[in-house]
């Protein structure tokens, strides 16, 4: 048995740089093609359905300029049915930003939470905790529209 | 505590001169655990994942309550028989052992070690037995993949891609019953078989190691060099070679952990080969995608109960060493930039004829 160093500090056992690339290397890789493959095929078809309520929309009377807000709402909501009879949440691990990133996948990043804290109650439960994962969209969303917002003054004036 | 009762080998390591009998022991598993490679050794299987109740924290709670009736039963002993409960979990103030408490009546000492807490209850309660304190101590722990994953994660139903070395908290819990000698002789429990007794002969206390590990999603990592500190020191203290031991069963390194530790006790010369076994690479299949392995509070505890201890009892172990390692780290910790702090602890049990 060779004697171990029971008396020293932290890290007797391996220098820590070292022992953390060593822990990268038997890190398994990352599947990135086969998830690139997923999130190509998740992604696609989600704005398959998107481009065809868009075209019924057309098809009944709604132009290109007001067809867009119809679309992203009826998405939001196949977003947030999905969501709520729990497919949602095994659509995302297949097809990871395929599906996190298009509408529907905010909406599923809204909803999950909603239902997730109806135990806690409505206020501190559903209503404290609903924007817990969009919320930095949101926020990081209105600062950005804000500075663009600005810039956009200050080079073409308000009314241009 | 007496001196001679427990003797201080060295920091950390505890002999025990009048070694605790590991009387009987539950286990009470999930679905997916009982889908993975023990799935039949389970003493109690629960298929529904909320247990009836409105929140997993309920269920959680209900997982822990039915291990102990189990163990209760499985011994013939009764509540009353017994002085001191040690128990945790992964829940915030350790909801589920205190709240679960409320109904067991047995006088509780709550322990916190995250996923450690199975081996530090066990060793908690041998040394109160060895030390004479106690008759008879129960150690139990529970933990709940959903209640788990909406404190530590994300919402359930939020949809997240798992990275591979992600772990899958159990949904199980486990209950450890431990006896004075003295004790088990005068009043024969209906051991679980009539196989030889299992005696916990020594343990060590884990010291917490950090070795700069950050990534919550990579806890096998950051707990390899807790399980190899204390694996080092219990050699160390019990005077025993690895190659004396049957088993060496840590919990939960996962598939990324597991090479870690051999690593680093290659790196001491010590070359455990197939004795050390770890419980979050044993508890699921490789297809059930719980990618880098199983992990929580139960999942080492589950493995115990299931596989290891009944090997010790069918005789076809000698002698075994648990070390489950727990990340000591909290959500918060981990958003303010913190590396994650780790520990183990080691539980000895031999069977004697």
């Known amino acids: 048995m060779p004697s171990y160093s029971m008396h020293s500090g932290e890290c007797a056992l391996m220098d820590k740089k070292e022992y953390q690339k060593r822990a990268r290397q038997v890190e398994p890789p990352r599947p990135i093609a086969r998830n690139a493959f997923w999130a190509f095929l998740v992604g696609g078809t989600i704005c398959l359905v998107g481009q065809i309520v868009q075209a019924v929309l057309l098809s009944t009377g709604f132009t290109e300029e007001t067809v867009k807000a119809p679309t992203a709402i009826i998405m939001v909501f196949l977003g947030a049915l999905f969501t709520a009879v729990g497919l949602y949440d095994r659509l995302t691990p297949l097809g990871g930003m395929g599906a996190s990133l298009p509408i529907t996948g905010f909406a599923n990043a809204v909803v999950a939470p909603a239902i997730e804290f109806k135990n806690e109650g409505a206020v501190m439960g559903t209503g404290a905790r609903i924007f817990q994962i969009a919320g930095p969209v949101i926020a990081y969303g209105l600062f950005a529209a804000f500075v663009i917002g600005i810039l956009r003054y200050a080079l073409r004036g308000v009314w241009s | ?71 209760l039963s499985l011994s013939g002993r009764h509540a009353s028989d017994v002085d001191l409960i040690f128990a945790g979990d992964l829940l915030d103030q350790i909801v589920t052992a205190n709240f679960a408490a409320r109904d067991i009546g047995i006088p509780l000492v709550g322990v916190y070690g995250a996923c450690s807490t199975s081996s530090e209850s066990l060793l908690l309660a041998a040394m109160s037995v060895a030390s004479g304190t106690a008759r008879r101590a129960i150690a139990a722990t529970a933990s709940h993949h959903m209640s788990a994953e909406r404190q530590y994660r994300y919402p359930i139903e939020l949809g997240v891609q798992r990275l591979p070395t992600s ?38 206390v884990g010291r917490v190691q950090d070795y700069g590990i950050k990534d919550p999603n990579n806890m096998g990592a950051a707990m390899a060099p807790a399980a190899a500190d204390t694996i080092l020191r219990h050699l160390q203290g019990s005077g025993h070679a690895v190659e004396d031991f049957d088993l060496i069963l840590t919990g939960d390194l996962g598939r990324v952990g597991h090479p870690l530790l051999e690593l680093l006790l290659a790196e001491e010369r010590i070359h455990p080969k197939e004795r050390l076994r770890d419980a979050g690479i044993l508890l699921y299949a490789p297809d059930q995608a719980v990618d880098a392995g199983g992990s929580g509070a139960a999942c080492s505890a589950l493995v115990c109960g299931a596989m290891a201890l009944p090997r010790l009892r069918r005789g076809e172990m000698r002698r075994m060493l648990l070390v489950a390692t727990g990340s000591l780290h909290s959500p918060r910790t981990y958003q303010q930039g913190e590396s994650i702090p780790t520990i183990a602890h080691a539980v000895e049990v031999e069977a004697v004829r």
């Open chain 2, 1 to 71: 505590m007496s001196v001679t009762e427990v003797a201080l080998e060295g920091r950390g390591h505890l002999a025990f001169a009048n070694p605790p009998l590991l009387a009987a022991w539950a286990t009470v598993a999930g679905k997916k655990e009982t889908q993975g490679p023990l799935g039949r050794h389970f003493d109690r299987i629960v298929r529904d994942e909320t247990m009836g109740e409105k929140t997993f924290e309920r269920a959680e709670r209900k997982l822990f309550t039915s291990a102990v009736e189990l163990v």
């Open chain 2, 167 to 204: 772990q899958w908290t159990a949904t199980g819990a486990a209950a450890f019953l431990v006896e004075d000698a003295r004790e088990a002789r005068s009043q024969k429990a209906p051991a679980q078989g009539d196989g030889p007794t299992l005696r916990i002969v020594s343990a060590t």
